[in-house]
């Protein structure tokens, strides 16, 4: 088992930045491959980005790619979704993934089953 929180959200204009934050808990020595998503009201849930257990290997969706990296760093058992150039379509929630894979697994997920636990979001607004 492993706990996900979100954090850094906000009310950003056109054009802004923001740094999105997901701390892990519990099972944390485990090995998680992680994945960003987002969700507007009324829409399904969209990949964002994704990022291997390591850190060495990432992936995101063409409609961001450009201006949103993702990272992270194990030793802090913290994952991040740096987002620049934000747009008002990009307002929605956004939720990190984590989903345990083997030490030797060097893959990245971008389906919302691939994934075996959810944060419980935080909330980006992008408004003039």
């Known amino acids: 088992q492993v706990q996900l929180v979100e954090s850094g959200g906000g009310l950003m204009q056109p054009g802004g930045s923001l740094r999105l934050s997901c701390a892990a808990s519990?099972?944390?020595?485990?090995?998680?491959?992680m994945g960003w998503f987002r969700q507007a009201p009324g829409k399904e849930r969209e990949f964002v980005a994704a990022i291997n257990w390591r850190g060495r290997s990432t992936y995101v969706a063409d409609s961001v790619k450009g201006r949103l990296t993702i990272s992270r760093d194990n030793a802090k058992n913290t994952m991040y979704l740096q987002m620049n150039s934000l747009k008002p379509e990009e307002t929605a929630v956004y939720y990190c993934a984590a989903k345990e894979v083997t030490v030797f697994s060097g893959s990245y997920y971008t389906d919302v089953g691939d994934y075996d636990y959810w944060g419980q979001g935080t909330q980006v607004t992008v408004s003039s």
């Open positions: 519990g099972r944390t020595r485990s090995n998680y491959a």
